[in-house]
């Protein structure tokens, strides 16, 4: 069953071997992914899936890594020394594309992808492993479908861990604007405090109607990286009773960065 769930934002500049002193200006962010390692340590998790937008890429194919192994490091920011290795979940990968396929979505296996995680899944990952030292890890990732086909992956990852057995958390890694001041990665988007602040509402309220809705064009304009992976936990949890609770927010860098967990009840 699942048993918790969290939003984590996935900027690198979050790991102190990265970051440096750029790091020590996102204390809340790093404060919150504490209090979220410490919930899943309390909560004995056997599996994490971790939904990502930046693993290997396919318009309309999920993808899942099937391996007995995985982890990756940060070499590409400057950091070779961090490493991260968890066991895989092959059992619940396969039963993922399972009952993806049997709910018509197209899902396939990315073993490679496993042996070298992108920093979608690395850097929540890094901050969360004090509460998942015994856990197997199965990362998935989004694609360039629209938020409902989304969320009826969520749905069928729901049914995969049912299936399994698996005392699980579902970490959702998901950065927001991109264009909160200028100079920000993306530029200055005026659209992007807003979307900030509506997104920050919608997880509050569990607003799966908001989140389903954001369309492609609005959600280019506000430079964000979060529906479609949020949209994945919300299927994830369509039946149960949740208790959302953001943790932090805060924009260091022009990025909206969000810390929130999810309390189930049945």
């Known amino acids: 069953m699942i048993e918790y769930a969290c939003v984590c934002p996935h900027p690198p500049v979050i790991v102190a071997e990265v970051g440096g002193p750029r790091a020590a200006e996102t204390t809340a962010t790093i404060e919150a992914l504490r209090t979220v390692a410490c919930r899943l340590a309390d909560l004995e998790i056997e599996t994490a899936v971790v939904i990502t937008p930046h693993g290997p890429s396919a318009p309309e194919t999920f993808r899942v890594a099937p391996s007995s192994r ?67 890890v199965c990362p998935v990732t989004t694609t360039s479908l629209a938020p409902e086909s989304h969320f009826l992956f969520g749905t069928a990852i729901a049914e995969a861990v049912r299936q399994t057995g698996r005392r699980t958390a579902v970490i959702c890694s998901a950065d927001l604007s991109h264009g909160l001041v200028p100079g920000a990665p993306a530029g200055y988007t005026p659209t992007g405090k807003a979307f900030d602040a509506a997104y920050r509402v919608a997880v509050e309220g569990w607003d799966r109607d908001w989140m389903l809705s954001r369309s492609q064009n609005e959600r280019r304009r506000a430079a964000e990286d979060a529906v479609p992976q949020t949209s994945v936990l919300m299927g994830c949890l369509s039946d149960r009773k949740v208790l959302p609770r953001v943790l932090s927010y805060e924009a260091p860098f022009g990025v909206g960065y969000l810390v929130a967990e999810i309390e189930l009840g049945v």
């Open 70 to 136: 995985v982890g990756g490091g940060f070499d590409r920011w400057g950091a070779p020394q961090v490493k991260l290795d968890f066991r895989g979940d092959p059992e619940l990968a396969a039963a993922i594309l399972e009952r993806a396929s049997a709910v018509g979505l197209e899902a396939s296996p990315q073993a490679s992808w496993g042996e070298s995680l992108d920093w979608g899944c690395t850097v929540p990952l890094y901050h969360l492993q004090p509460g998942l030292q015994d856990a197997a």
